[in-house]
């Protein structure tokens, strides 16, 4: 009779434990909600950071004329009038000896 005495209170206070930790409203819960939570602030700086950045060049592409044409020269290649444009051939050249890889041609009937 005296064990189921310490027996009732210990399982009440078990099961109370038990939920308090692993429940829907637990400690393991809230645990990874304040994870989520912290990911979802740092995504959203860094989208701040990025939308300020897009908001800068916008400003720049509509009133900074160099700014226009250092894109234009550099993603479309053009150039001013009587401009000359020196080519120099890539770092990236075959070893000696090696001789490049067969181009595949078409299917032959």
Known sequence: MRKRMYLIPAGFILFILFFTVFGERGLLRIYHLSKDRQELQKKAEELRTENERMRREVEAL????????????????????????????????????????????????
């Open 62 to 109: 509509k009133s900074d004329r160099r700014y226009l044409e250092s894109i234009a020269r550099r993603d479309f290649g053009l150039v001013r009038p009587n401009e000359v444009i020196y080519q120099f051939p890539s770092a990236q050249t075959p070893a000696a000896g090696s001789q490049p890889a067969p181009q595949p041609q078409g299917e032959k009937k």
